[in-house]
Every structure is written in structure tokens, then in C-alpha cells.
């Protein structure tokens, strides 16, 4: 699946759908990202459950983001990413 980065997640913030994207490369779309937004900014990533969830918040809140997850209905789980 690819990435779509669509507008929308409010507060000027973007969203992801990395589902089926591989691991690093969905941490790292995630942080480029990131580094787009203003301090503050809302990022919202939707990513498939296990490693890739934990790969990509514990690689985040390393770097001083602050970050939550939500599992979804449909069987991902979408993280709230707020730029540190």
C-alpha cells in the first residue's frame, strides 16, 4: 500500500496511511513528516499493529514527540503524533 499524505488532520497537521509499508521506512516517512510541521502540529499515522506501531512511536517519543495510539475498527492501529 502506499503512503497518502492528505490534509486534514486538523490543527494545520497532516495525515499518513502507511498501512503495508515496511519497517524503517514507514519510521522514516513518518519523521519526514515531522519535520514539515511546526512545533505543536498534529501528525496522525495509520500503521499495521505489532512492530511497525512500536518501531515508529518508540522511535518518536526518542526524539521528544509525543505520541499515542489508537487502535482502529478495522484492524490498524492510528497514532496521534504531536511535534515536540
Not at 496511511?17 to 522514516?28: A, E, I, Q, S
Not at 511546526?38 to 518518536?60: C, F, Q, Y
Not at 514527540?65 to 497514532?79: M, Q
Amino acid at each position: 500500500m502506499s503512503a497518502a499524505c492528505a490534509p486534514g488532520a486538523g490543527e494545520g497537521g497532516i495525515h499518513l496511511d502507511l498501512r503495508g509499508t515496511p519497517c524503517p521506512l514507514n519510521y522514516v516517512r513518518s519523521r519526514l513528516a515531522l519535520e514539515r510541521l511546526p512545533p505543536g502540529a498534529l501528525l496522525l499515522v495509520d500503521l499495521d499493529s505489532g512492530e511497525p506501531e512500536r518501531m515508529v512511536a518508540d522511535g518518536l517519543r526518542g526524539e521528544g514527540h509525543a505520541v499515542d495510539s489508537e487502535s482502529r475498527p478495522e484492524g490498524h492501529v492510528r497514532l496521534s503524533i504531536r511535534r515536540g
